[in-house]
């Protein structure tokens, strides 16, 4: 069965620090990935996908994705930290081969940004 | 406005009450997809329709729940004799077509608490 899992339901970084969010999943097809952000009482925020195009993903504000098939991997990173940056995080995965595009998540991650 | 427009936003109903929940999807978008967002199970996939039908119901958790759409636009999702395990938040998504790489644009959610 296809899943999600992401690693570290809190994440904590200082301004300035690097953000590193980690996900994984497991597919027997090739999959197609997502970052979303959730900031309070708001829906889902794409921040970027991976269709197969290029394995280095750029997003907006600044985060950028690597997709590593031998890992099984899709991390999100920032170089750098803003406050605005603290939200809850998703990763999310839709599957080809006649997927109506459900999209399957992990179970989030909240970043806190500290001062 | 331009995005996913879901109401209401707050709902607070009795045990046992039929709710119903409402969704405007973006204009021109064929896709559209109800979620659950709840503590304990994370972001989960209700249904989806594809115009006005729904070749996608294997997320809805019971017979109780149902849902509609009509004229390809909006939505509404119906819970019948609510139970305290219904509260959740209620995020309606609609992407331009039903493709697995196809980004999903969400709506704010409607709260529903079940007293």
């Known amino acids: 069965a296809q899943s999600v899992t992401q690693l570290g339901s809190h994440v904590s970084v200082s301004e300035g620090a690097l953000v590193l969010l980690r996900c994984n999943y497991s597919?027997?097809?090739?999959?197609?990935l997502f970052w979303y952000v959730q900031y309070p009482n708001q829906g889902l925020q794409l921040l970027l996908k991976y269709t197969s195009a290029a394995t280095l993903v750029k997003g907006i504000n600044g985060f950028e994705a690597e997709f590593k098939k031998s890992e099984t991997s899709f991390h999100l990173t920032k170089p750098s930290a803003h406050m605005s940056d603290a939200a809850e995080y998703f990763c999310a995965v839709s599957f080809g081969s006649g997927n109506t595009g459900k999209l399957i998540f992990g179970q989030g991650t909240t970043l806190q940004v500290k001062p | 406005g331009a995005g996913v427009s879901q109401s209401p936003s707050n709902k607070v109903t009795e045990k046992g009450k039929d709710v119903e929940l409402r969704c405007d999807p973006i204009s021109g978008h064929t896709a559209l997809y109800w979620y659950r967002q709840s503590l304990g199970q994370g972001l989960e996939f209700l249904i989806y329709f594809q115009g006005n039908s729904a070749p996608d119901k294997s997320g809805l958790p019971s017979d109780r729940f149902s849902a509609e759409r009509t004229g390809g636009s909006v939505s509404t999702l119906t819970i019948q004799r609510t139970q305290q395990e219904d509260s959740a938040v209620y995020l309606c998504?609609?992407?331009?077509?039903?493709?697995?790489?196809?980004?999903?644009?969400f709506g704010d959610g409607t709260r529903l608490s079940i007293l």
């Open positions: 998504a609609s992407s331009l077509v039903s493709r697995p790489d196809s980004a999903q644009h």
């Open positions: 597919s027997s097809v090739p999959p197609y």
